[in-house]
């Protein structure tokens, strides 16, 4: 019996044991078909761009129909900010700028408001601090309908947001998260917005919560969409707190790619995969990432993150450059010497033919 239970209780080790190297083999070539779709998706870049520039050129058209009203014109100006907002800000101010002009010539305060709060957004994404500020502070917050004050609160919370990154000051965080609760006591609990807010305060307060909502939201969202691509950003965050580093890098890859196929140049989860790739050597791939992530950030104009991005571009890009050099003169050594080992074999033939002769 005694050795019966030894028996069982090394198959039951040696079961642990498979399913472990398994796991761990599975979850490995996971992130490695992941990274390989990343790495194509970055490539054909340029093919979601021009299917957002297409469906743009689209909406466009519909301003130049005849009897379109000043009130038509702002509904199709807002749907041009809303896909200009995370692709190239320069033309998203100039449709916010022409809706504030027709809202005052209709004499809508409401509208104007609105209009006023997106320029304020726009100008704090671009790294115009001063202007943003300037039009938050310029807006009556207590004679605001509740949705308006919705939006003014999301937009001073990503005014403080934005400053933060760009001076590297995480100080500024608590201002943020003071206008994120005034925030949270207004919206619909059913939200998106919330369920997010609050999956991100769990984040260091209470994981299991916070991992339940995560993945409610990843059972509801469909795959690729653009929320997707916020939702799995955040869920990463999660993962490098309870320090799960393989499921961090999936997540933020998931959310890199959806961020790329939809065009949208505000693109955080390729930025922390290139720094991830940095620590680990792989240096190609965080050079890639990075060159794509810089040219995101020159063709949108979201210059928050632009310090960092460049900061971190010279380190991995010189990091890149001396592996290049190396990798080179390693070739080259590497050709010489067989060179000159083909070149001895040369002689030795002729040496062993001229004894035969």
Same mark, same amino acid.
């Given at each position: 019996?005694k050795?019966?239970?030894?028996?069982?209780k090394?198959?039951?080790?040696?079961l642990?044991?498979?399913l %472990?190297? %398994?796991?761990?083999?599975?979850?490995n070539?996971?992130l490695?078909?992941?990274? $390989?779709?990343?790495r194509?998706?970055?490539?054909?870049k340029h093919?979601?761009?021009?299917?957002k520039?297409d469906?743009?050129?689209?909406i466009?058209c519909m301003?130049?129909?005849s009897g379109?009203t000043?009130? %038509?014109? *702002?509904?199709?100006n807002?749907?041009?900010?809303?896909?200009?907002?995370?692709?190239?800000i320069?033309s998203?101010?100039?449709?916010?700028e $022409?809706n504030?002009e027709?809202?005052?010539?209709l /004499?809508?305060s409401y509208?104007? @408001?609105q &209009?006023?709060?997106?320029l304020?957004?726009l100008y !704090?994404m671009c790294g115009?601090?001063r202007?943003?500020?300037?039009?938050?502070?310029?807006?009556?917050?207590?004679?605001l309908?509740?949705?308006l004050?919705?939006?003014y609160?999301? @937009?001073?919370?990503?005014?403080w947001g934005?400053?933060?990154?760009s001076v590297a /000051?995480n =100080?500024?965080?608590?201002q943020?998260?003071?206008y994120?609760?005034?925030?949270?006591a207004l919206?619909d609990h +059913?939200s998106l917005?919330y369920?997010m807010?609050r999956?991100?305060?769990y984040?260091?307060? $209470? @994981?299991?919560? !916070?991992?339940e909502?995560f993945?409610?939201l990843l059972?509801?969202?469909?795959?690729?969409?653009?929320?997707?691509?916020?939702?799995?950003? &955040?869920?990463?965050?999660l993962?490098?707190h309870?320090k799960? *580093?393989?499921?961090?890098k999936?997540y933020l890859?998931?959310?890199? =790619?959806?961020d790329t196929?939809?065009? +949208?140049?505000?693109?955080?989860?390729l930025? /922390?995969?290139?720094?991830?790739?940095?620590?680990?050597?792989?240096?190609? $791939?965080?050079f890639?990432? +990075?060159? !794509?992530? =810089?040219d995101d950030?020159?063709?949108s104009?979201?210059?928050?993150?632009?310090?960092?991005?460049y900061?971190?571009n010279s380190?991995?890009?010189t990091?890149?450059?001396?592996?290049?050099a190396?990798?080179? !003169?390693?070739?080259?050594i590497?050709?010489i010497? +067989?060179? =000159?080992i083909l070149?001895?074999?040369?002689?030795l033939?002729i040496?062993?033919?001229?004894q035969?002769?």
């Amino acid at each position: 019996m005694k050795l019966k239970g030894c028996f069982l209780k090394k198959r039951f080790w040696l079961l642990l044991i498979t399913l %472990g190297i %398994g796991g761990t083999l599975y979850a490995n070539n996971e992130l490695k078909l992941l990274t $390989d779709s990343l790495r194509r998706v970055i490539d054909e870049k340029h093919i979601f761009v021009q299917k957002k520039e297409d469906r743009i050129n689209r909406i466009k058209c519909m301003l130049k129909s005849s009897g379109l009203t000043l009130e %038509g014109k *702002y509904r199709i100006n807002l749907r041009l900010y809303d896909e200009y907002k995370k692709f190239h800000i320069d033309s998203a101010i100039h449709y916010v700028e $022409d809706n504030i002009e027709i809202s005052r010539k209709l /004499n809508k305060s409401y509208l104007t @408001t609105q &209009s006023s709060l997106h320029l304020s957004l726009l100008y !704090s994404m671009c790294g115009r601090f001063r202007e943003a500020e300037i039009i938050l502070k310029g807006i009556d917050s207590s004679t605001l309908p509740k949705d308006l004050l919705i939006a003014y609160y999301e @937009t001073y919370s990503s005014f403080w947001g934005h400053y933060s990154i760009s001076v590297a /000051n995480n =100080i500024y965080g608590q201002q943020q998260a003071a206008y994120q609760d005034s925030l949270i006591a207004l919206i619909d609990h +059913t939200s998106l917005s919330y369920k997010m807010s609050r999956a991100s305060y769990y984040i260091w307060r $209470d @994981t299991l919560r !916070s991992k339940e909502i995560f993945k409610e939201l990843l059972e509801i969202e469909e795959v690729g969409t653009p929320n997707y691509a916020m939702i799995t950003h &955040s869920y990463s965050r999660l993962c490098r707190h309870q320090k799960k *580093y393989d499921e961090e890098k999936k997540y933020l890859i998931l959310s890199a =790619i959806a961020d790329t196929r939809n065009a +949208t140049r505000e693109n955080a989860s390729l930025q /922390n995969l290139a720094l991830i790739h940095y620590e680990e050597k792989k240096l190609a $791939d965080a050079f890639k990432f +990075t060159q !794509s992530a =810089i040219d995101d950030v020159i063709s949108s104009g979201i210059h928050f993150r632009a310090i960092e991005i460049y900061k971190f571009n010279s380190i991995i890009n010189t990091a890149y450059q001396t592996e290049q050099a190396r990798s080179r !003169s390693n070739l080259t050594i590497f050709l010489i010497s +067989t060179s =000159i080992i083909l070149f001895l074999l040369v002689l030795l033939v002729i040496c062993i033919y001229i004894q035969m002769k």
